[in-house]
């Protein structure tokens, strides 16, 4: 948090299936991976271009989070199906530590690519439709804090959360 390339407007990608975009997709997984995150966005790893992927499987140290399948998403088209919204614990590998209330559109359209090319539709809810507008949200300049509209529940994880470790919620 803080780089200027997180506060850009990502660009999007042009080719498919190169060798450039399967080497940023196997970075980012390698990154999501070891720091544990349900989903990462290119501009994290100071590559502005509309690339983010996520996914989770059940993880014991989440019992409550809804699996959502592992995903490439390029240059996506987000489109919120109805007004109704609702509040969710989020984290973001950019902002380490921290835990804050957001609230995110509760049914969602996207639409995208994948790394070779193949057009994604899909309609989801709940946690997948969160990770969803969190990634994206890095594409275009948009960190989480920026969405908080009740910035009493917005702290660190291991004083909101010191039950748990500071695990509530996930980083994405
Ligand atoms: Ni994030």
């Not at 407007?9 to 997984?29: G, I, S, Y």
């Not at 790893?45 to 989440?62: A, E, K």
Request: aromatic share 8%.
């Amino acid at each position: 948090m803080g780089h200027p390339l997180l506060l850009q407007q990502a660009k999007p990608v042009t080719a498919f299936n190169t060798p450039e975009l399967h080497a940023l997709l196997e970075d980012m997984r390698d990154t999501m991976a070891h720091l544990d995150g349900a989903g990462l966005a290119a501009p994290q790893i100071g590559v502005s271009l509309q690339v983010v992927i996520f996914g989770l499987t059940h993880n014991p140290r989440y019992p409550d989070a809804e699996e959502v399948p592992a995903t490439v998403l390029i240059n996506p088209v987000l489109t919120a199906l109805g007004q109704e919204q609702e509040e969710g614990w989020e984290g973001c590998l950019s902002v380490p530590g921290f835990r804050g209330m957001v609230p995110r559109y509760c049914r969602l359209r996207y639409q995208g690519y994948d790394a070779m090319g193949n057009f994604l539709d899909r309609t989801v809810s709940g946690f997948h439709a969160r990770v969803v507008q969190h990634e994206c949200d890095h594409l275009i300049g948009v960190l989480y804090p920026m969405r908080i509209r009740d910035f009493s529940r917005f702290g660190f994880s291991d004083v909101l959360f010191p039950d748990q470790g500071g695990s509530v919620g996930k980083d994405d």
